[in-house]
Structures are given as structure tokens and as C-alpha cells.
């Protein structure tokens, strides 16, 4: 029964009933198991972190929680009502609202519309646009975020602060419960700040919040405590002083968890896939060259928004810019994503829904994309060809499915960013352009992930990360070339590459600038 | 940094996104104006005779063509709306000489409630629009040769003063078109409504999570879409003053242009309704056009035709150099921020 599994800590600071509970609930998709007997108690004025592996079911949790979607059994209760859990408007008339990891902003709407968009401001039955922009502009302020402009369209804003608008939507709403699905992964360092300093302001005025997490640093920062989800089932509620992040980390796999990284290589050949010469990727900035070379893990490093995401979307393709790019000594024309991997270069996009996966299409199909022509003969798809593929490629990522042609849309998120890393893994790649590929990434599959890199590194092939961790970039890259305003300003090597290094890099590069 | 003077300064940077669709409806509103100009020159002249005709064709394509934004707005499509015209006008002319304001009554509320049967079979029984609304403009069609199998029926008499005369040298109907678009743009941007089918058309998944009660914003813009279509058929009655149960099909068509011309995205969320307006004015000016310039109207098809693309082609034209802009102010403000 799944009230055993419940951890008999005594909830912090409680006098009586919690403020949220769930028990016992359970969802099946297709033939997997989502949510398994989830139980959760979380008390008043509590922050609290649910951890677990990519398909542990935190995300299917908040959603039931959220009323996005109907569990088979179980309830929650807040403040111990029982909650109408069938419209994600009667969990937000309970109080519950949640950020979350698939952005929910609409693109073609405004900032304003977007954060008012649940309660629009009426004046004299019409919608108030000033008041709406007033209400914008005093969320938007409260996590200092000065620089949006209420009346720009979403759709024009970078990843990272259509999330902060996320957030700060989330808080015009006061809510009892706040749950954060994932919201610090596209963020930076100086932007998780304020997110925290907006959590521990609003625990003091007795919010209860969820947070979910890969990064487990947050979690013993922030979080008073935690509870651990493993396929779909509750291990067990912890409080933060009580375990560490070890251990956290074997409850969460079942096991022991050793080096996240792989072992750096000692000696490179220097022999080049790639020569970059003369890019440019936009009209302001001199000219500038780079060399990837075979067998390294290349790091893009400084601060957010700094071009490495326009660079590596210029190499493949799919991106302005312009410059001279060498393969094996002759000169290569790369104008679309089909050239580039024409040229053995692939790339992990950062945003699997939109650029990365077909989502309404059969896992199979979906590995198999990228590489059709290799699979078909005059045209015709090799049934047998395509089925070999997806089953190794399913056993190798240990991607959980229940069947091969379920719907990627059915996997959970970090699921479907391995199944967007086979597909593109099958071209055989030269190189391997990542942009911010571990988002969302839970613990266990990041180390396998990291492995693979290193693997294909070892192969012969060239990786360049790009990475809002600076953790990630330090623990596994062989360089890093520390970017400022999309030219790489600094190159660090070898014993160089410290996290303390490349964070002054990052800012040296920006003092030098303004001197 | 974050000085509220800041905020202003800024606020006076462009925001070509944002304004993406009402350019698109200035774009609609400039090959009106051009259209006209030509039809001025050719015609040597424009009294009030002009005026009254084209407006009173422009409107009843332009109610269609406005009820068809509602839908397409939320990337559905609604291919009823002919036969809903024409249900609403057999009705409007087979109670209007006995009933008199209860026939007109009868077919607004007849087109909301063929609107709305769309919006149950669209969001219930989980149809596609294209689908669902492709075989009730049949069912439509059918009932309206019930009720009036041939021609005929009558107005009351004072319906055409209302729908289609003229107060001194202004036409009625241009005033129709005028309080359309107004209305049209209160709706879009000042009631709930017009913001939850805007949403729902940029992302479903995001109106739903923001609490917006997304199955009763589709039905209603089906029915908003019916009521346009019921009004268009009354219209159409005070003009020919009889009901006739085929008057509606040559809308469908033509309203689509003109939601097309007008600038409405065919996926959803970018658009207006007062740009589909102006498309319809545009259409009717083309065959005007073409009729004072001696060109057979059987070249009006084609015409409309090359309109439609190259209404298209200067929208996306329009939408890309927008997005340049944008991504050149987005850039110059990245470059305040890091210096």
C-alpha cells in the first residue's frame, strides 16, 4: 500500500493539517506507468523540492496537482479539502499556480496580455490596457526585470527571459501553493538569484512552494525539505539538513552514483575537423577564426546571451552569419540544416518540441528521420532497417517506452530529449554541436550523457557544448572558449578550465570591453 | 538600471511583433485605398450611385469574411458560412411578410444557433473543423431549400431603409462597414473574449493552463461566426427584398480571400478582424474595377486569385522585415544591458 511508503517525518512547522497532500495517485500511459502510488505532504510556509530521475513522474505529479491532467486513482487536498482535480481552473481557484517546464505563454500575445491573461482587468466591461501594462510592470519589476517591455510581443524574447515572464505571471496570482516544474534550467546565475530571493520572500508570507529540480545545489540552498520520487513511486520525505546530496542521489537511481563526469583526455592530436575563418556573425564585429579539433569536447562558455547559441546555429545552417567554414581541407557552403549534416555536423537543439522532435510521431519514425535515405532504397523505407535502429537506440539510451510506436508526446521530457539525441547520433556525426542539450536532464541520464560525449570525442568526432552550467562545462570540456558578444574572447585549456576561471573570464571579458 | 524613465525611454523602441497584425490590416487598407484611386480614375468621377453599390455589396462579404476571422483566428475554419447566409435569408424573406421584425429576429438567432451546433460538433465530438463544418454547410444548404425551395418570399418594407438605402448621399451600408470595424476592434482588443480566441489561437495548451475555459471561447466564436452570417443573409434580403436558398454559396469563397487579403494568419492567433473588412472592400473594388474598365467580369476570378497571393506575398515581406526590426532592437537593447 502506498501509505507505507510514506516517510513518517514529522512536517516542519505544522499545526494541523498540511497544505498539500497527495495520496496515492496513480496514471497510466499506454502501457507505462507514469505515477505508480505518489504520496506528497507539504506544510504551510514550506519550500519544498521534489526530486527524481527524468520519468520518475514529478512532472506528471504537478500536472495532476494543476488539473492538466485526470489521474486514474488517488486525491490531493489543500489545506484538507479535497481538490477538484478535472480543470486546471479549479486548482488555480484553490490557490495552485504552477510555472512550467514547456513554457506556457502564448507567442503571438503581448507581455502584458500573457501575465494578465487568467484575470484580465476590466474598466467598465472592456479590458483596460493601462491597467494591464501597470500590472505587468509591477510584476515584471518585483524580479527586476526592468528590461522587458510589457507591450513587446513573447515571441520576440530569448528562452530565458520568456521564462522569467513565466515566473513573473505565476506571481500576480497569490497563490497558497507556487510550484516551479524546472524553472531555474534556462536561467542565469544572476536570474536564479532573484527567483530565490522572490521564494524566500514569499515563504515568509506563508506560501507553500514546489519546487522541482535537477540541479541539486538548489535544492540544499533553497529547500527546507524534499521528497524523492523513483518510477513513479514515493521513496520517501526528507528534510534537507537530514540527508545530503549523495545520498539524495542513490535514493533518487536505487544505487551508488559515482564520478558525473567522464575522464578528461590527456593528449589531442590537434588535428582539425573544422576550421572556422574569417566569421562574422553579425555586421558589428571584426572577423574572427576557430578550429575544432578531432577528439576534443569544445566548451562555449560566458555569460547568457552572449552569442554562442547564434554561432552554433550559424554552423548548422540555420542561423545568420557569415564566414569561410573548412572540412578536410576544402571549403564547404553550409546555408541549410540539410547541408550541415551533409558535412557530418549535427546538432542537439535546446527546445525538443519545436526543433528537435515530431511529436505526434512514433518514437521509431522519430529516430529514424534524420537519416531516412540511409534507411530507404529508391525511396522506400526498409521496414526492417528502421525497426533494428529504434531498438538499439532504445536499449542503448535505456529510453522508457512502452511500445515503438507510442508517440513521443507521451514520454516525459527528459525522455524525449534522449530519444532527440538517437535520432541525430544515427547520422554519425564529425560534429556534434550542443546547445544547452542537459535543460531539464535529470542526475543518472546526464552521466550517461556525458559519457557518450566523451565516447564520440574518443571517436574521432568534435563536440562543442554549449551550456548555461557552468558546472557541466568545466567538469567535461577539453576547451572552453569564453564568448562576449557573439565573438570568443578567450580561450581556456587544460588545468586552466576552473569553474573560478571561467566565471572571470566571463566578466574579464566584459571589463575589458567597457575599459 | 531599473529607473521607471528607463522603462519609458524604451517603450519608445519599436515593437514590430506586436504590431505585426494591425500592420498587416494597414496593408489591406492601403490596396483598398490604391484600388479605389484606380476605380476613381477609371470611372472619371465617384457620386454617391458608386458609393451605394459598392457599399452595399461590400457588406454582407464583409460580415462573412468577419465571422470567418473569429474562427480562423483559432486556427479553425469554417466552411458553413454560405449556407449559413443562406439559411438566415430564406428565413429572413419566408417570415418577413407576415412577421415582419420577428422574421429578421428569427434568422440572427437561426445563424447563432447554426454557428453553435459548429462549435458543439467541433468541440464535443472532437471533429476537425474542416471536417465538421464541411457537412453541416450541407445540412444547412438542405434546410434552407426546405423552407424555401425557389426564389421568392418578401421584407418588410422598411428593411432595405435599414440595410441598404441611403441617409442623404451616405449609404447606409457604409455606415455598417464603419461601426463593423469599431466594433470589431473593441471585441478583438478590449474583451475578454477577443483575447481568450487570440490566445487559444497562439497556443492551446498555454490559454488552457492560464485558466481560460477554452471549449466555450470555440464554441463561442462559432457562434459569433453564425451571427455574422445570420446578418450578412438579412442583409442580403433587403438588397433583393425576396430569399433565395443559394445566395450564400458564392461567400464562402470570397470571405476566405478576404480574411486572407486582410491579414489573418491561416495558423492562428495573428490577425484582425477590420483587416478582413478591408479585404472584402478590396474584392469588391476588384470586380467594380474590372466593370468600369470594360474587362469581362469573367476575369474576375483570376484577379482575385493573383490578389490573394500577392496579398500574401506582402504579408510575409511585411512579417519578415518585421522580425528583422525586432531582432535588431532586441540586439541594440542586449548591447545597453552588457556595457
Known amino acids: ?515 | 538600471m531599473s529607473s521607471p524613465r528607463a522603462r519609458r525611454a524604451k517603450r519608445a523602441l519599436p515593437r514590430p511583433i506586436a504590431r505585426l497584425a494591425w500592420q498587416r490590416a494597414y496593408t489591406s487598407a492601403a490596396l483598398m485605398l490604391a484600388l479605389f484611386i484606380v476605380y476613381v480614375f477609371l470611372n472619371h468621377g465617384f457620386g454617391w450611385i458608386e458609393a451605394l453599390g459598392i457599399s452595399n455589396s461590400a457588406l454582407p462579404l464583409a460580415l462573412a469574411a468577419a465571422g470567418e476571422t473569429f474562427v480562423m483566428l483559432t486556427n479553425g475554419i469554417d466552411l458553413s458560412i454560405g449556407s449559413v447566409i443562406s439559411l438566415s435569408n430564406v428565413v429572413c424573406a419566408a417570415l418577413g411578410a407576415d412577421h415582419g421584425a420577428l422574421g429578421i429576429i428569427a434568422a440572427l438567432a437561426i445563424g447563432a444557433a447554426a454557428g453553435l451546433v459548429n462549435g458543439l460538433v467541433v468541440s464535443y465530438m472532437r471533429i476537425a473543423p474542416l471536417i465538421a463544418t464541411l457537412a453541416t454547410s450541407s445540412i444547412y444548404m438542405g434546410i434552407a431549400l426546405i423552407v424555401l425551395s425557389a426564389p421568392g418570399g418578401a421584407v418588410p418594407p422598411w428593411l432595405p431603409n435599414w440595410t441598404v438605402g441611403s441617409i442623404g448621399t451616405i449609404p447606409v451600408a457604409a455606415i455598417w462597414l464603419l461601426v463593423s470595424v469599431l466594433l470589431a476592434w473593441i471585441v478583438l482588443r478590449r474583451t475578454r473574449f477577443g483575447i481568450n480566441l487570440q490566445a487559444l489561437g497562439g497556443s492551446e495548451s498555454a490559454a488552457r493552463s492560464a485558466g481560460i475555459k477554452v471549449t466555450r471561447t470555440r464554441i463561442g466564436v462559432y457562434v459569433a461566426s453564425g451571427f455574422c452570417c445570420g446578418l450578412a443573409g438579412v442583409i442580403l434580403a433587403g438588397l433583393t427584398q425576396s430569399g433565395e436558398p443559394t445566395i450564400g454559396t458564392v461567400y464562402l469563397l470570397n470571405a476566405i480571400a478576404a480574411v486572407v487579403v486582410g491579414g489573418t494568419s491561416l495558423s492562428g492567433g495573428v490577425g484582425t478582424i477590420a483587416g478582413s473588412i478591408f479585404g472584402a472592400i478590396v474584392l469588391t473594388l476588384v470586380s467594380s474595377v474590372l466593370l468600369v474598365s470594360g474587362i469581362s467580369t469573367n476575369y474576375q476570378y483570376i484577379v482575385t486569385g493573383l490578389i490573394v497571393i500577392g496579398a500574401l506575398l506582402a504579408h510575409s515581406l511585411h512579417g519578415r522585415l518585421g522580425l528583422r526590426a525586432a531582432r535588431r532592437a532586441q540586439q541594440a537593447q542586449t548591447g545597453v544591458a552588457a556595457s
Not at chain 1, 477538484?84 to 517546464?101: E, H, K, M, W
Open chain 1, 1 to 515: 500500500m502506498s501509505a507505507e511508503q510514506r516517510s513518517d517525518e514529522i512536517l516542519k512547522g505544522q499545526d494541523g493539517v498540511p497544505r498539500l497532500q497527495a495520496r496515492g495517485i496513480r496514471k497510466q500511459y499506454g502501457g507505462v506507468h507514469a505515477l505508480d502510488g505518489a504520496d506528497i505532504e507539504i506544510g504551510r510556509a514550506e519550500v519544498h523540492a521534489i526530486l527524481g530521475e527524468n520519468g520518475a513522474g514529478k512532472s506528471t505529479l504537478v500536472k495532476v496537482i494543476a488539473g492538466v491532467v485526470r489521474p486514474d486513482e488517488g486525491e490531493v487536498l489543500v489545506d484538507g479539502e479535497p481538490l477538484d482535480l478535472s480543470s486546471p481552473s479549479a486548482s488555480r481557484s484553490a490557490g495552485i499556480t504552477v510555472v512550467y517546464q514547456e513554457l506556457s505563454l502564448v507567442p503571438q500575445l503581448s507581455v502584458a496580455h500573457n501575465l494578465v491573461l487568467a484575470d484580465l482587468p476590466r474598466r467598465r466591461g472592456l479590458l483596460s490596457l493601462d491597467r494591464a501594462e501597470e500590472i505587468a510592470e509591477r510584476a515584471l519589476d518585483k524580479l527586476g526585470l526592468t528590461h522587458i517591455d510589457p507591450r513587446a510581443a513573447v515571441s520576440g524574447l530569448p528562452l530565458d527571459q520568456r521564462q522569467m515572464v513565466e515566473i513573473a505571471k505565476a506571481t500576480i496570482a497569490e497563490s497558497r501553493i507556487l510550484i516551479l516544474d524546472e524553472a531555474t534550467s534556462s536561467l542565469a546565475n544572476a536570474e536564479v538569484e532573484r527567483l530565490f530571493e522572490l521564494v524566500r520572500d514569499l515563504r515568509e508570507q506563508g506560501t507553500t512552494v514546489v519546487m522541482i529540480t535537477h540541479r541539486m545545489s538548489e535544492v540544499w540552498t533553497l529547500a527546507d525539505s524534499m521528497t524523492i520520487f523513483r518510477d513513479g513511486r514515493t521513496v520517501g520525505r526528507y528534510d534537507v539538513g537530514a540527508i545530503d546530496q549523495r545520498e539524495a542521489v542513490s535514493l533518487m537511481a536505487g544505487r551508488d552514483i559515482s564520478a558525473a563526469f567522464p575522464a578528461k583526455r590527456s593528449r589531442r592530436t590537434g588535428e582539425a575537423v573544422l576550421e572556422l575563418r574569417d566569421v562574422r556573425l553579425n555586421r558589428r564585429q571584426e572577423p574572427w577564426g576557430l578550429t575544432l579539433q578531432r577528439g576534443e569536447i569544445l566548451g562555449l562558455g560566458g555569460l547568457q546571451g552572449q552569442g554562442q547559441r547564434h554561432f552554433l546555429h550559424w554552423l548548422y545552417g540555420a542561423g545568420s552569419g557569415q564566414g569561410t567554414i573548412v572540412r578536410n581541407g576544402a571549403r564547404v557552403r553550409i546555408r541549410r540544416p540539410a547541408d550541415a549534416i551533409r558535412n557530418g555536423i549535427v546538432m542537439i537543439p535546446e527546445d525538443r518540441a519545436i526543433e528537435g522532435l515530431h511529436l505526434n510521431l512514433p518514437i521509431r519514425w522519430n529516430l529514424a528521420m534524420a537519416t531516412l535515405r540511409r534507411w530507404s532504397r529508391l525511396g522506400v523505407i526498409r521496414f526492417s532497417a528502421e525497426r533494428q535502429l529504434a531498438d538499439r537506440r532504445i536499449a542503448q539510451f535505456s529510453i522508457k517506452v512502452g511500445a515503438p510506436f507510442q508517440p513521443v508526446s507521451a514520454l516525459s521530457g527528459g525522455t524525449q530529449q534522449k530519444v532527440v539525441i538517437g535520432k541525430f547520433m544515427e547520422a554519425e556525426p564529425e560534429v556534434v554541436l550542443f546547445v544547452d542539450s542537459t535543460r531539464g536532464i535529470d542526475v543518472q541520464t546526464k552521466t550517461e550523457f556525458y559519457a557518450m560525449l566523451r565516447e564520440f570525442a574518443d571517436d574521432g568526432a568534435a563536440c562543442v557544448v554549449y551550456s548555461s552550467d557552468t558546472e557541466e562545462l568545466v567538469g567535461l570540456c577539453d576547451r572552453i572558449a569564453v564568448f562576449h558578444d557573439g565573438v570568443p574572447a578567450a580561450m581556456l585549456e587544460g588545468e586552466e578550465i576552473t569553474q573560478d576561471a571561467v566565471v572571470a573570464a566571463s566578466f574579464a571579458v566584459l571589463g575589458s570591453e567597457a575599459a
